[in-house]
């Protein structure tokens, strides 16, 4: 029996791989179906719950807190955020509450409790229907972003420079079901983000990463250290911290967007997590820190949070193929590729979104193909359409692993039919 007991709801894979050898027993919450089996090697076992319902899980982890109590109780996966939160006021353990999950998913109460701690000024208001859109927009005398308010994975933004722009976005989202959105001043500048842990109410900037992205704002690359986040890096490592406070943070991995306007950095969106796309594995490998492990260890006592921000000692990205939407008559993959690559059987289902990435970690530069001819490539609507693949790679800094990644990118050709 180990020395602590976690409790992890959800999440593609669950980190809790390696949690045995540090002394950890792993209850995993989940959904039948919605995780690979093998992942019970490493849990002292698996219950089944509804992964959002903070009471349903409560009913299945209550009777074994009380046989034996545990340390934490944690999420890595947005759909588990509040109602994780229920579960660790519930059981009054330390850990991310459900006002705090709350106030990061909730884009309207972030930015309230943003403007009340007086940080990161950004135009915003609560729209109910077209006409708050239109005149929301003439208040602000430019473009604006409305989206949904609980929005997550680049889903439904759209952005408006004029009041019949206004009009189709308010359309568009009542046609997905979206009765209420949120509009904000559009942020000029790129997107940069910030990926922290917590402990005891401190909190320690890691990784900076920037991004590539489509005309949906779907990010198909992300690498680390950023290069445009350099000048800025200062105010960067001020501005998470006093976000995370603002929001009630105090344990944990966080992950923070920010958008470099003229003005100065200000805030996109947080979230009480790790990040997703492979971001801990960047920050591992640009950054020699493993979130992951972190996760698990920090709160607990094993590892210590470290003193100050790590420099960074390599550079890391990783770049999903992006082929044109359809069905797939072939895949050529050039010989003389600089990467392993491993490609999925037909009809194999991939039950993480970075499969087979646990067997590239020692790997300079990897590549996974996910499709397979006959397969449908779908358009790129969402951070959950980037499906056909990814490359991963290790540089003397950021912009030599972009350079691979772009090398092996262009020697794995799709053909559509």
């Known amino acids: 029996m180990g020395m602590f007991r976690v409790a992890m709801i959800g999440g593609r894979p669950a980190p809790v791989t390696g949690a045995k050898e540090l002394g950890i027993d792993v209850v995993l919450v989940h959904q039948e179906g919605m995780y690979d089996p093998a992942i019970a090697a490493h849990c002292e076992r698996i219950v089944h719950a509804p992964i959002d319902d903070g009471p349903a899980i409560l009913e299945v982890l209550r009777p074994l807190h009380e046989e034996r109590p545990f340390d934490r109780v944690l999420t890595t996966t947005e759909p588990a955020g509040e109602s994780t939160g229920y579960v660790v006021d519930a059981l009054g353990l330390p850990g991310v509450t459900e006002a705090t999950a709350r106030a990061l998913r909730d884009k309207t109460l972030t930015r309230k409790l943003l403007a009340e701690h007086d940080l990161s000024p950004v135009r915003y208001r609560t729209l109910n229907s077209a006409e708050d859109a239109t005149e929301f927009l003439e208040s602000v005398g430019g473009p604006i972003v409305i989206k949904p308010i609980d929005g997550a994975a680049s889903l439904h933004i759209h952005v408006a420079t004029g009041a019949d722009e206004a009009v189709l976005a308010w359309k568009h989202l009542q046609e997905a079901g979206i009765t209420s959105a949120i509009g904000e001043e559009f942020l000029e500048g790129p997107v940069v983000s910030v990926d922290s842990f917590s402990h005891a109410g401190r909190h320690l900037p890691i990784g900076y990463s920037e991004y590539r992205m489509n005309d949906r704002f779907v990010e198909w690359e992300v690498s680390t250290p950023s290069r445009v986040a350099a000048p800025y890096l200062d105010q960067l490592r001020e501005l998470t911290p006093r976000l995370l406070d603002a929001v009630g943070l105090t344990e944990g991995p966080s992950h923070s967007e920010f958008v ?98 646990e067997t590239l970690l020692d790997v300079e530069v990897g590549a996974v193909v996910i499709k397979n001819e006959g397969d449908e490539v779908p358009p790129l609507l969402t951070v959950a359409d980037c499906t056909s693949g990814y490359v991963i790679a290790s540089g003397r800094d950021a912009a030599d692993a972009v350079a691979k990644c772009d090398a092996v990118n262009d020697m794995i050709r799709f053909e559509i039919a």
């Open 260 to 357: 470099l306007t003229p003005d100065g950095p200000r805030v996109l969106e947080s979230h009480a997590r790790l990040a997703g796309s492979g971001a801990p594995e960047l920050v591992r490998r640009a950054f020699g820190l493993d979130l992951a492990r972190m996760m698990l260890t920090v709160p607990l006592g094993i590892d210590e949070l470290p003193l100050t921000s790590p420099e960074p000692i390599r550079g890391a990205a990783v770049r999903f193929f992006t082929p044109d939407p359809g069905r797939i008559a072939s895949i050529t993959v050039d010989e003389d590729i600089p990467a392993v690559v491993r490609r999925m059987k037909p009809g194999e289902v991939p039950n993480v979104f970075l499969p087979y990435l």
